[in-house]
């Protein structure tokens, strides 16, 4: 070895995918003639891909085998021609078609045969780097500075054998072939094809799949090099795979263990092998981006400076889980060891094990093509324990993903698999097995592989690693729901940034239409949207939609008064999805249907928030579960909870009639498109249930005395016919308004709520002191007596109605929601 030490940089697939990708390599290797650097390279982006399926269409006879062929070749003569020309580029093509002619013949001889051995398919697929280095060197060599450039068969040298985990590397055999092969003196760019490698006997085969990386760390160490680079299409590894979870953070630092089990676990941005010949040589590994080489990437190495707990969580698909149950395994010892013994034997790879500490079980995951044989090992292993019932069952279940969550910082710190757990209970996601390494660096969990990239995206984002995100489906976007739209709109990029929390409505119904959209719905166009692209309303289409596979929580938010919407909610929320609503139908049904309702949301693990059903935006329900929540004692709640009547008897003052009061009051919007909804009581009477329900009564509606201030005989008819005729009633009222006045009294419509007494809904006479005549226009008031409260009561008060204040108190469920579930609020 001269002094000067070796640098090893790898360029993937993904970093020559065509001739310009090719021609950012020199100078991103820089200086090609003063330093001593190997530049290890993948196939063109497609063709080892393109190469497999060439055989396998041998096999099978497939007619458009040759055209694909063809594809291959011109489309690596057409990337030659940009890159090179004169006589680099007939050399080139020389080579390229007689390998082209070799591969033709393999083909035909396949064809023939109908299947192909296993040195066919290995000598077929590792071309594309063959021909990528050449094309490599060729560009490199080409540059106006260029040093000495070399482009080097790894088949020449690189010696190994299969191994239970991968590929084996013959270590001395590989250094003493590259030795007699390359000039210790070599000075300039040696261009190494990745992926292959040599049999001992001198056979070409390849280290498997993705092995390019690999082999950048085994030429390292051969080489001595003091770094490896690994040139990829991202700016490093990152907290998780970026095409299923949007929101990742690169991951500056990780120690070799670190990147070794993310890798394992899926993260195909490494080659799991990759790290051992780091490791042992304490070479450092950096991962960067071709794309965007000034940015720093991800320094893998021995100890890493960054202590964040969780690093990274991956998925790994086709798997299944195997289990293995009976009473003869309890207190035998060497269980454990005959199965996997057995498997190991077989050559099997067991990804995961776990096992339950009454030993009544054993359960582990293998990749899912492994099952029928691993059945068949098994039987053979304990056929005699299964025909004499120690073992009763060997169970399979197919359509398994394996969830791992990595960091050295989880050991030793509390909570951590809590978070895991929790964030997948909340998701929805069920957990088949569990495995924690003893080194705590690692918690792994089985689930079903539908569930893979929900259950991703929601552990990641408890981690903080990126935000909550809920998918919103909105019915009902009328005065009250456009408004709630239009707030949310505003505050959706700051909660996201500063909250964790990304709120996504991806769905808005009306009674007549709906849309749906894959990603947000613009809420800035959302009316034009619905306008054109509104298909007719289909509740179970919505639910569907927005309860998406891939994102962890939805809710739906129902601004409507519908019935019909109302009914759904006891399947809405048993099958998880959120309920949040300022409709007060479901909540005043019978306690019959409430006790569904609680029962759906007990069965879902769902939320069901409606603060707005009492009070508006006004904090009156939540109010009454942090009393109860907190051991205090609620005696009595009384108020006034109706905007319209508050207005009415504060406005009623005897110089107008109280008729005509009325009548502008609905011209002013203040009441209900028909003034007896209010004037009836019922109103009220709805919201003392709610609150009643809430304080643990069992309060129907029928059980309040409600006063009704519409008199019988106004009862039934229009609308019109009640206006024009309310007139009769302005004596009775006049004459109740003098009595009150002559005793320095004022009138106002009171609710009131006792465990003990029930529940009354009247018209009362209070002294003018008293703190329910003081409000003002459509003011709340609602006064609380507890055994905390008692000498003097807590009391909220308010406007109690109005588009922005219910909007407000809706979005102020949606950001209680989102922090029970994880975001930071
Ligand atoms: P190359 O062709 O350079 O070897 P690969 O396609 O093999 O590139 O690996 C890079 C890809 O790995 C990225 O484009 C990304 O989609 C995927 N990937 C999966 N998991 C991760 C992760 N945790 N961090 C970064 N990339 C990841
Ligand atoms: N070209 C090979 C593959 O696609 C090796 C690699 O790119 O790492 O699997
Ligand atoms: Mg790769």
Redesign the pocket.
Known sequence: MTAQSWKVH???????ADAGRYRAVPAILGATGAERQAAVV?AM?GVTDDLVTLVQMAERRDDGMAALLEQVRDKHLSVAAELTSGEALAEFESAFLRDVDDIDDVLRATWLLRSSSLSVRELVSGFGEIWSAQLLAATLAQQPSAGKVDWFNAARALTVTDGELGRVVHWDTSRALLGEALDADFLGTLVVTGYVARSPDGVQTTLGR?G??FTASIFASLLDATEIV??????????????FVHE?T??DELSFNEAME?AYF??????PQTMAPAIERNIPIY?RN?FAPEKPGTRIAMTSENTTAVK?I?TIDDMALINLEGAGMIGVPGTANRLFGALRDAGVSVVMISQGSSEHSICFAVRQGETGRVEGIIRRAFAMELEQGQIQDIEVTDNCSILAVVGDGMAGLPGIAAKVFGGLGKAGVNVRAIAQGSSERNISAVIDADDAVRALRAVHACFYLSPQTVSIGLIGPGTVGSVLLDQLAGEIARLRNDCNLDLRVRAIATSQSMVSGDGPIDLAAWRDTLGAEGVPVDLDAFADHVQAEHLPHAVIVDCSASQTVADRYVDWLARGIHVITPNKKASTAGLDYYRELREGRRRGDAHYLYETTVGAGLPVIQTVRDLRETGDRISSIQGIFSGTLAYLFNVYDGERPFSEIVRHAKDEGYTEPDPRDDLSGMDVARKLVILGREMGLDLELDDVAVESLVPDSLRDGSVDDYLDRLHEQDDIMAARLEEARQAGEVLRYVGRLSATEGATVRLERLPATHAFAGINLTDNIVQFKTARYCDNPLIVQGPGAGPEVTAGGIFADLLRLGSYLGAKL
């Not at 790898?10 to 020559?16: A, P, T, Y």
């Open positions: 790898k360029f993937g697939g993904s970093s020559l993948s982006r993705n390019s990386d690994i040139w990829t299409d991202v700016d490093g590894v990152m907290s998780a795979d970026p095409r990742t690169i991951i993310l899926g993260a195909k941005v490494l080659h991962i071709t990274g991956t």
